[in-house]
């Protein structure tokens, strides 16, 4: 049903733990995958746009992975930190100019 | 360079009042997009444009209209707010098509219709 399922809703981490966000997606045919980053009162911001061909894409201590053939992605974030408190939004293009969101981890790091 | 900037923030309605969201953009995009965020969703496309002069409906038109008379600004309007149209409204922009380009986020507008 063209749809973007994320899982955990929410998460609580201590600072300097890792975590890893999961992304399922049946929206097809499938271009490519977007992971964003949205602070709190803030707009989303990209962290890392995957293809089809691409199985793992880092960006500093995020590192997101993509299963084509299962329609799952994952987001990895290693060391956490205060500052990667958010939510984190897992986003799949239906058609050239209309994009399906997922409903987003909320993440919490605390000391 | 502000990228994507929306005026107003905050803006309480009444039900049955109209008010217009000014987004603007200073990278030159041909693409501008309207979306909402409603508790527990993903963000949803109201209308969208691909270039000046032209507007398109997105997933949850009804109830909005927009115009694109310059490049740099995509304005949406509510002519008669309803409290369902509570929400977090955001404005994006890209270079080309959105499943092909990177969009550009402001930082939102929370609309309260009571």
């Known amino acids: 049903k063209n749809q973007v399922e994320q899982s955990p809703q929410s998460l609580i981490i201590l600072e300097g733990k890792n975590c890893t966000l999961q992304?399922?997606?049946?929206?097809?045919?499938?271009?490519?995958l977007r992971w964003y980053k949205q602070d709190t009162g803030r707009g989303p911001v990209s962290l890392t746009i995957m293809t089809f061909s691409e199985n793992t894409k880092s960006n500093g201590r995020y590192t997101a992975t993509l299963d084509a053939d299962t329609k799952q992605s994952s987001l990895h974030i290693t060391a956490s930190q205060l500052s990667d408190s958010a939510s984190y939004i897992c986003v799949v293009p239906y058609n050239n100019n209309d994009m399906r969101f997922g409903a987003g981890t909320r993440l919490t790091v605390k000391p | 360079n502000a990228g994507v900037t929306q005026t107003p923030k905050f803006r309480v309605l009444k039900t049955g009042q109209s008010m217009t969201l000014l987004c603007a953009q200073d990278m030159n995009h041909e693409y501008m997009y309207w979306y909402r965020q409603d508790p527990g969703m993903g963000l949803r496309l109201i209308h969208y444009s691909v270039g000046e002069g032209t507007t398109a409906k997105g997933e949850v038109p009804d109830g909005y209209n927009v115009s694109r008379l310059k490049k740099q600004n995509f304005l949406l309007g509510l002519e008669s707010a309803a409290p369902s149209q509570t929400s977090v409204y955001f404005c994006?922009?890209?270079?080309?098509?959105?499943?092909?380009?990177?969009?550009?986020f402001g930082p939102g507008t929370r609309l309260t219709v009571t």
């Open positions: 992304c399922n997606y049946t929206v097809s045919p499938f271009s490519n």
């Open positions: 994006a922009s890209s270079f080309g098509t959105a499943s092909s380009y990177e969009q550009y």
